[in-house]
């Protein structure tokens, strides 16, 4: 199986995102988010920047994301390892991210975003990973063995 395409197909099929962030003294946070994806590279979420992984990434912007499916009988199971910078995003990062976000969400049976839902005084904001590489587990060399791919 071509762990490049074994990568797409996780990414595309998932709506769920795990973000690991790390706070000023580097103790671990995770947290699973909705997202939207800009291709394989770019991802996109809402959340309150008051929020344990908001403060994080304000303070160190350095990302890891993981995307897998949790409904998959067990060990079967295939995830995409990412690694990245996240960012809140404002002015024309903003108003083209929050269009994806928001076409995305509707496409998944949510509701529209705007911007009053992510700009002040309302509580949520608009924010982005821009992943630098992903990894999956090679199942031919087991355990736990990532290897380094493309989608």
Known sequence: MNLDEVARDILDSNMYVVIATADEAGGPWASPVYFAA???????WVSSPDVQHSRNLAARPHVYLVVFDSTVPIGTGQAVYMSGTAEQLTGAELDRGLELYSRTAVGHGGRPFTAAD?????????????????????????PDHRVPVTP
């Open 38 to 44: 800009d291709g394989y590279h770019q991802f996109y």
């Open 118 to 142: 992510v700009r002040e005084p309302a509580p949520y904001r608009l924010y982005r990973a821009t992943v630098t590489r992903h990894w999956v587990l090679d199942r031919e060399n087991p």
